[in-house]
């Protein structure tokens, strides 16, 4: 069973950066695809991005393409989110999650493991 973590999370103002990460506990980190999802309150768990096992692929839902990067060290067993330019419409949790195949992606349903959340509030 794979455990992730993630961090980094925080308050920031409208136009600002954060990095997020998720650690795994796996050691086989490198065989998963892993994505990034968030839940604004009172709305339904989003799909925020994804990134193959190898890292060569990525995928971005079109509200977050050219403001979030994803990218992994499987070294260091960890998958990044990377978001600039944040609105106050990207105030949610996030939450990393992980996947054996890809595709589907952006289904939060075709992922096995999930973390246990980071709040990120942007404010304008």
């Not at 954060?18 to 490198?30: K, N, P, T």
């Not at 989003?46 to 990067?69: M, Q």
């Amino acid at each position: 069973q794979v455990q992730l973590v993630e961090s980094g999370g925080g308050l920031v103002q409208a136009g600002g950066s954060l990095r997020l990460s998720c650690a795994a506990s796996e050691g086989a980190f490198s065989n998963y695809h892993m994505g990034w999802f968030r839940q604004a309150p009172g709305k339904e768990r989003d799909f925020v991005a994804a990134i193959t096992a190898s890292g060569r692929n990525t995928w971005y839902a079109d509200s977050v393409k050219g403001r979030f990067t994803i990218s992994r060290d499987n070294a260091k067993n960890t998958v990044y989110l990377q978001m600039n330019n944040l609105k106050p419409e990207d105030t949610a949790v996030y939450y990393c999650a992980s996947k054996n195949r890809w595709d589907r992606v952006a289904d939060q349903y075709e992922y096995a493991y999930w973390g246990q959340g980071t709040r990120v509030t942007v404010s304008s």
